[in-house]
T-cell receptor, first 111, second 113 residues
């Protein structure tokens, strides 16, 4: 399966701590994207990183990409209760026309 | 003003019935998608349209028929509903077929009894 695998499946931390989620994939990609899904809602695009990029930032989000290890990580710094959600990585494989989503990491921020 | 809106939000129906889900985007995007999210949160693409033209048709039963009357609308009709069709269906759009930065609707939770 080309599906990305996310790790951990669930993560529970205290407000103010940093949260790190990982995504691994199996074949070469054009880009990798991270999305957030709040309970009962649609997915919201967070950040896109291309295969020739190693790191991107957006506010409290930091995404890294290691194409040699075929993995990416999403770091959320200074977490807030509002960050509680599921986070999905989605990969666009080379030569493909569709995004392939991982199963997601369910993040819980405890006040 | 909602960017990608789909209706209805909830759909409860009996096996064997036919139902439709409607989707509209006001972003001026060229490409629209239907995704299915199962109970384990796996999100899988079903169809993709670019400027009303079908470009992706995954191995979906032909009981599912998408229709795009114009590039702002993509509807999904499902015939002879089965128990296994129960899931959350998401409509999404992107500026073009490059699959970058998808905008998702809020989902339609379909329950087949």
């Amino acid at each position: 399966s080309q599906q990305g695998e996310e790790d951990p499946q669930a993560l529970s931390i205290q407000e103010g701590e940093n949260a790190t989620m990982n995504c691994s994939y199996k074949t070469s990609i054009n880009n990798l994207q991270w999305y957030r899904q709040n309970s009962g809602r649609g997915l919201v695009h967070l950040i896109l990183i291309r295969s020739n990029e190693r790191e991107k930032h957006s506010g409290r989000l930091r995404v890294t990409l290691d194409t040699s290890k075929k993995s990416s990580s999403l770091l959320i710094t200074a977490s807030r209760a509002a960050d509680t959600a599921s986070y999905f990585c989605a990969t666009l494989f080379q030569g493909a026309q569709k995004l392939v989503f991982g199963q997601g990491t369910r993040l819980t921020i405890n006040p | 003003d909602t960017a990608v809106s789909q209706t209805p939000k909830y759909l409860v129906t009996q096996m064997g019935n036919d139902k439709s889900i409607k989707c509209e985007q006001n972003l001026g995007h060229d490409t629209m998608y239907w995704y299915k999210q199962d109970s384990k949160k796996f999100l899988k693409i079903m169809f993709s349209y670019n400027n009303k033209e079908l470009i992706i048709n995954e191995t979906v039963p032909n009981r599912f028929s998408p229709k795009s009357p114009d590039k702002a609308h993509l509807n999904l009709h499902i015939n002879s509903l089965e128990l296994g069709d129960s899931a959350v269906y998401f409509c999404a759009s992107s500026q073009d077929r490059a699959n970058e930065k998808l905008f998702f609707g809020s989902g339609t939770q379909l329950s087949v009894l």
